[in-house]
């Protein structure tokens, strides 16, 4: 994998499991109240991807988030435009007897 992975954690959503802490403890400690607190900038690397991923996975509420090249929230560039008309590809007849449509 040659993307970076970035991630993020909303300290607003952490109900304090540990689970974080206890995948990758050189990511993620825990505060006096038992919350997580992203240790570092976010950035992960190559070789320490697999525990943070594992952490990300096993956050029973989601406040881990992996931030993707684009930003969080926005959507990749769409794909660049062909000049094949998608209708030709469609196979009509089949599409017919499978589903049971009538012209």
């Known amino acids: 994998m040659s993307d970076k992975m970035r ?3 909303d300290r607003t959503l952490c109900d304090g499991f540990g689970i974080c802490a206890k995948h990758a403890p050189e990511y993620f400690s825990l505060d006096d109240w038992g919350y997580a607190v992203l240790v570092g900038d976010g ?5 320490d991807r697999d525990a943070v991923m594992r952490a990300l996975l096993d956050c029973p509420v989601h406040a881990i988030m992996e931030i ?3 930003g969080p929230g926005e959507a990749p560039p769409p794909p ?12 009509v007849e089949d599409n017919e007897a499978e589903w049971g449509f009538t012209r």
């Open 43 to 47: 950035n992960i690397p190559e070789q």
């Open 80 to 91: 660049p435009p062909t000049n094949e008309d998608p209708a030709e590809q469609l196979k």
């Open 7 to 9: 991630i993020k954690l």
């Open 68 to 70: 993707n090249a684009h």
